[in-house]
């Protein structure tokens, strides 16, 4: 029986709601005919065919064993995971990221791999090494790597074209970048060069390793927010607002930056390698997307999911059986070939970028080799809020970056301390 999730998995979630939330995810003792089906629950709709085809290839091999796909939005799914977590009915398996591993680790939320890929054929150094990492808790692999996914500089050629400006390539500074924005914001048309978002993922962490510095330092005991070239990345993207070159921060709350930017009303964006099924499928919309522009380095968010098994399941040797599956060459081709995401398992990303050939594909996984993992730190779930909090204020206006900086990094400080200390 699993024990008791923490309170701060379950920080924020009645016991109402959660039996509220609580679907049809929980274990089902299979069809009448004796077979076993399990519950995959996933967050991304773009993602789906891609996920299904992958269980229909692993069904057809294991035809006693059948999956069922559930989707459920980003914005909602840990909190229904939590809630079902907290709930014993947890889906069999399901998508784990890096910056919630700990989260479910300490409420033995998650089944220990360890054995069983010891007692398997799986190769766990076929992985990029931080992905595999990024989900090891205290000795306990907690997740197989599924596939990896960076960021680059997507730009609409049409745009550029109409405003006379060179696209951008591998030679692009921030300078360049500065300055390729003024030209092609257009105030009448309503057409802005670049959306500076105030989310870090997307836009503000990747301009703090482009400047030669980082968020928090590697043991995950010291916040670094308050660095002087951390507060020099930050003010230079909320220059492209401050300028007039990108959606302020409370228009994007009324209009989503992909909204802006599908509906060509920006000519600029960081977004990240999952959202090329999603970009290029929309009719015309001629668009490109090219490295992520430097300036003392080169720097992207390169983040891996994993597949995880609910420590809860009544069926964990189906559940081991279906993720070894997925983290074999058959499943990670087909995941590449549906175009669904960067495959994790190594020289399987090619049939990924031969899926859109209108763009440079290649862009997102050469990124991996300047790419910085997400903050695989146990003290994480502690700042979050804050830190997000904080940006929001910074890029609204409402604080300058200088004191939003040192106001954030005192606080977070302490949320680490306190963290640590209990």
Not at 55 to 77: G, H, L, M, R
Not at 173 to 194: N, P, S
Not at 244 to 263: K, R
Not at 284 to 308: E, Q, T
Request: aromatic share 10%; charged share 25%.
């Amino acid at each position: 029986m699993m024990k008791p999730i923490l309170k701060k998995l379950a920080l924020g979630i009645t016991a109402a709601a959660a039996v509220g939330m609580l679907t049809a995810c929980g274990s089902s003792e299979g069809e009448s005919s004796g077979d076993t089906t399990l519950t995959f629950q996933i967050w991304d709709k773009n993602q789906q065919p891609g996920m299904e085809k992958m269980a229909a290839a692993f069904t057809e091999e294991n035809p006693d064993i059948k999956i069922k796909v559930e989707v459920t939005p980003w914005d909602q799914y840990w909190t229904k995971l939590q809630a079902s977590a907290s709930g014993g009915e947890m889906a069999d398996v399901f998508w784990m990221h890096p910056d919630q591993v700990y989260n479910f680790a300490n409420g033995e939320a998650l089944l220990d791999l360890s054995d069983q890929i010891k007692e398997s054929d799986l190769d766990m150094s076929l992985f990029p090494e931080y992905i595999v990492d990024g989900f090891s808790v205290d000795g306990q692999q907690l997740a197989i790597p599924k596939d990896y996914g960076t960021l680059g500089l997507w730009y609409n050629k049409d745009l550029f074209d109409k405003a006379g400006v060179s696209y951008p390539d591998d030679t692009w500074t921030w300078d360049t970048w500065m300055e390729a924005a003024e030209k092609l914001t257009d105030k009448d048309a309503g057409v802005y060069g670049m959306i500076a978002q105030p989310d870090g993922q997307n836009f503000w962490y990747n301009l703090v390793w482009q400047n030669g510095s980082d968020l928090i330092s590697k043991d995950g005991k010291t916040i670094m927010l308050n660095d002087k070239k951390t507060v020099e990345a930050i003010k230079y993207g909320v220059s492209f607002i401050d300028k007039g070159y990108s959606p302020t921060a409370s228009d994007q709350a009324n209009t989503t930056p992909d909204q802006y930017f599908e509906s060509g009303k920006a000519a600029m964006m960081i977004a990240g390698s999952w959202m090329a099924s999603e970009y290029t499928a929309i009719d015309g919309l001629n668009i490109d997307v090219a490295p992520m522009p430097k300036n003392v380095d080169r720097g992207s968010v390169s983040s891996g999911m994993g597949y995880a098994i609910s420590a809860n399941t009544k069926k964990a040797d189906a559940a081991w059986k279906f993720v070894n599956f997925m983290a074999g060459e058959e499943a990670n081709l087909i995941q590449a070939e549906s175009g669904a995401a960067i495959p994790a398992l190594k020289d399987t990303q090619q049939p990924w970028v031969d899926t859109f050939p209108t763009i440079d594909a290649q862009v997102f996984v050469d990124a991996e080799a300047y790419g910085h993992n997400s903050m695989h730190v146990s003290t994480r779930d502690a700042w979050a809020k804050t830190e997000q909090e904080y940006i929001l204020k910074i890029f609204s206006k409402e604080l300058s970056v200088e004191e939003g900086c040192k106001q954030m990094a005192k606080q977070i400080q302490a949320e680490i301390d306190e963290a640590l200390d209990e």
